[in-house]
């Protein structure tokens, strides 16, 4: 594969256009997308690479962190070490309510849970103004690892309102809840507010995910309605910045300037 690589190294526009950082950053994802480069596939040497580019080895650097930033590569020192295909990221659609495990259904992964805590306690003041209930209300917490295909992806910290889902905790908790709520209690999730943002990892959620502590999440805080407008669920999850995408559709139709 190295070499064939090599052989396929594009004429660079130096005069027009492009920086040329960005030129090879483009070529290289344009080979791993059509499936030239394969997952798991270490990319030539930075010496061999640049000299079949015909550019500096820093400029060569400049596209190869672009890609590492972006999850497309995993660079790993020594040398044993080098710049290696990354395994796709998992779109995940946030223009519908559906939960973890129909994302990953629609991905074709194994969605799986590992519940650190279920119990119910009393809501704190944001959790009761999330929810719309008296602070000290009982309110059903959860907490849960989400994988896809034994590999862990998220980390989720659910709330939900006890008077309404009075036995929630006697039923198995590893599966999809919004298919629970919807099926035993008749309040299927059908509209949520969402609120993204980047965090690092603290310690719990570094040791829940297997992942360095200040590894890059992304966080998500949700409310979640039934169709009646009655709030059902308010969370914080976060993601794992490295191995999900968080994708939403809009509709330009709609959309004015």
């Given at each position: 594969?190295?070499?064939?690589?090599?052989?396929?190294?594009?004429?660079?526009?130096?005069?027009?256009?492009?920086?040329?950082?960005?030129?090879?950053?483009?070529?290289?994802?344009?080979?791993?997308?059509?499936?030239?480069?394969?997952t798991?596939?270490?990319?030539?040497?930075?010496?061999?690479?640049?000299?079949?580019?015909?550019?500096?080895?820093m400029?060569?650097?400049?596209?190869?962190?672009g890609?590492?930033?972006?999850g497309?590569?995993?660079?790993?020192?020594?040398?044993?070490?080098?710049?290696?295909?990354?395994?796709?990221?998992?779109?995940?659609?946030?223009?519908?309510l559906?939960?973890?495990?129909?994302?990953?259904?629609?991905?074709?992964?194994?969605?799986?849970?590992?519940?650190?805590?279920?119990?119910?306690?009393?809501?704190?003041?944001?959790?009761?103004?999330?929810?719309?209930?008296?602070?000290?209300?009982?309110?059903?917490?959860?907490?849960?690892?989400?994988?896809?295909?034994?590999?862990?992806?998220?980390?989720?910290?659910?709330?939900?309102?006890?008077?309404?889902?009075?036995?929630?905790?006697?039923?198995?908790?590893?599966?999809?809840?919004?298919?629970?709520?919807?099926?035993?209690?008749?309040l299927?999730?059908?509209?949520?507010?969402?609120?993204?943002?980047?965090?690092?990892?603290?310690?719990?959620?570094?040791?829940?995910?297997?992942?360095?502590?200040?590894?890059?999440?992304?966080?998500?805080?949700?409310?979640?309605?039934?169709?009646?407008?009655?709030?059902?669920?308010?969370?914080?999850?976060?993601?794992?910045?490295?191995?999900?995408?968080?994708?939403?559709?809009?509709?330009?139709?709609?959309?004015?300037?």
């Open positions: 594969m190295s070499t064939e690589l090599l052989d396929r190294a594009p004429t660079l526009d130096r005069r027009h256009g492009l920086p040329v950082h960005t030129q090879i950053e483009q070529w290289l994802m344009d080979e791993i997308t059509h499936g030239q480069i394969a798991g596939d270490r990319l030539p040497g930075e010496r061999a690479l640049a000299a079949a580019l015909r550019v500096s080895r400029t060569l650097r400049q596209a190869l962190d890609l590492a930033r972006r497309v590569l995993i660079r790993l020192p020594g040398r044993t070490g080098g710049a290696f295909v990354a395994e796709p990221k998992i779109d995940c659609d946030l223009t519908g559906a939960g973890f495990t129909e994302q990953m259904r629609r991905a074709h992964r194994r969605a799986g849970a590992e519940v650190l805590s279920a119990c119910t306690t009393a809501a704190d003041q944001e959790v009761a103004a999330a929810l719309r209930i008296p602070v000290g209300a009982a309110v059903h917490e959860l907490v849960r690892v989400r994988s896809a295909d034994g590999t862990p992806l998220a980390l989720e910290r659910s709330w939900l309102p006890a008077e309404h889902l009075a036995d929630l905790l006697d039923h198995p908790l590893t599966g999809s809840i919004y298919d629970l709520l919807a099926d035993h209690f008749g299927a999730p059908h509209t949520a507010v969402e609120y993204l943002e980047s965090v690092s990892a603290d310690a719990a959620d570094a040791a829940a995910l297997g992942v360095p502590r200040g590894t890059a999440l992304m966080s998500v805080e949700r409310v979640a309605q039934s169709v009646a407008g009655l709030p059902v669920e308010f969370a914080r999850d976060v993601y794992r910045a490295d191995r999900v995408r968080l994708m939403v559709r809009t509709d330009v139709r709609n959309r004015q300037d």
